[in-house]
């Protein structure tokens, strides 16, 4: 984490602690915390959502944790979202993984741009709370039943 007071980091983290260990966890990586606020709205009932603003808390946090999916902001404040991709597409444990990119704007031809830098997909700004869960509700059905959620063996999360 930065050294900025996040109190909704807070909050959401001290609430999850009780969460059940079974539930998938989500990643969400942006600097704006109304959009990392919509994507947990969105996710409220389909297990945890951690938070990061940065990068370098992204890279942290998915070291330290075994993530079931992550979304990342294309625009951060200490690298872009296609940089983040790549550091955790290079751990063996993110190959897998559905990623999702959060842009700015839904221009023609995000997807192709997305998809060709190793994303599974997009979901464009202003977050719609319906919209980030089906996508992810998509990418999770392709997997297989032993892959998700919670089969295989997790890394503690780190309180």
Known sequence: MTDAPDILWRHVRTARQSAPGDQ???????PDP???LQ??????????????GTAEDAVRMAT??????????LSLPDATG????????FRA??????????????????????ERAGFDGFVAKPLRPEEV???????????SAEA????????????
């Open 133 to 143: 869960r089906a996508r992810l509700t998509r990418l999770f059905s392709k997997r």
């Open 34 to 36: 109304e959009a990392r």
């Open 24 to 30: 998938p966890v989500t990643l969400v990586v942006d």
């Open 93 to 114: 444990a993110y190959r897998q993984i559905p990623m999702l990119a959060i842009t700015n704007h839904s221009l023609p031809g995000d997807r192709e741009r997305t």
């Open 82 to 89: 296609m940089t983040v991709l790549k550091r955790l597409r």
């Open 64 to 73: 330290e944790t075994a993530y079931d999916a992550v979304l990342i902001s």
């Open 39 to 52: 994507v947990q709205y969105a996710l409220r009932h389909d297990g945890d959502v951690d938070v990061a």
């Open 148 to 159: 998700w959620p919670g089969n295989a063996p997790r890394v503690p999360r780190a309180s």
